[in-house]
């Protein structure tokens, strides 16, 4: 067969020489590392903002709406955990139903409605009112937990019938029962995931009562923050 000679390296015609099998490999490298670079120089950067308490020791994020308004639960000077609402970096205790002394924000929607729970309560925070969300017929039953809500003002959480926890849908005054899959109780993921977030904050208060800072991110809108 014919051959080339090249660099005193014989080669059979129409194979790959090793100097473009190295020319090869590096252009690949250089491609991907152009790339890499592409990818970095437009990644999104953070900041951390501290959204502060309401006078005590810690405070949790828990919804955020696409205004940037942020909810969630904070201490207060007495101790006691309340929802908050978050704009423009000033926070606000949202209150609690008669006589409660507890309370925390799970979901906020792009009108500045607010959802969570105060004591046994779902409720609604909205143009300075705590709106008790009322639980299903035949009651009064409980406790009742509100864990979400659209720009329609329909509420979605999980409340106690009597005999079992089942997923609710609260739209204009209207207490729906959601049921279940046909097993027995019904809760809503988020509400799984909270109530083991506040044993977690429970035992993280009891064992690490020198840690004065700590990062838990929660939730995250449209625009990344």
């Known amino acids: 067969p014919g051959v080339v000679w090249k660099r005193a390296v014989q080669v059979k015609e129409g194979a790959v020489s090793a100097t473009k099998i190295i020319a090869y490999g590096v252009a690949f490298i250089a491609i991907g590392l152009s790339e890499i670079r592409a990818e970095q120089a437009s990644a999104p950067t953070y900041s951390i903002t501290d959204v502060g308490t309401l006078g005590g020791r810690s405070s949790v994020a828990l919804g955020i709406n696409e205004r940037g308004q942020i909810v969630g639960s ?3 000077p007495q101790g006691h955990r309340r929802a908050y609402i978050w704009v423009d970096g000033v926070m606000t205790d949202l209150g609690t139903v008669p ?9 906020v929607n792009n009108l500045g409605q607010v959802v969570g729970f105060s004591g ?28 979400a809500i659209n ?17 609710f849908l609260w739209d204009n005054g209207v207490f729906t ?10 809760l809503l993921l ?36």
Request: proline residues 4%; negative net charge.
């Open 74 to 76: 904070a201490d207060n």
């Open 99 to 107: 006589g409660g002394v507890q309370s925390e924000a799970w979901e």
């Open 120 to 147: 046994r309560f779902g409720v609604m925070w909205w143009q300075g009112e705590v709106i008790d969300l009322g639980n299903f017929p035949g009651g009064p039953f409980g406790p009742t937990a509100a864990s």
């Open 151 to 167: 720009d329609a003002g329909q509420i979605v959480g999980d409340s106690y019938n009597g005999t079992e926890t089942h997923a």
């Open 177 to 186: 029962d959601l049921g279940t899959l046909g097993g027995g109780e019904c």
């Open 190 to 225: 988020k509400r799984v995931f909270l109530w083991l977030w506040r044993w977690r904050e429970i035992w993280r208060e009891l064992v690490a009562v020198l840690v004065e800072t700590d990062v838990h991110p929660c939730a995250v809108h449209l625009r990344g923050m």
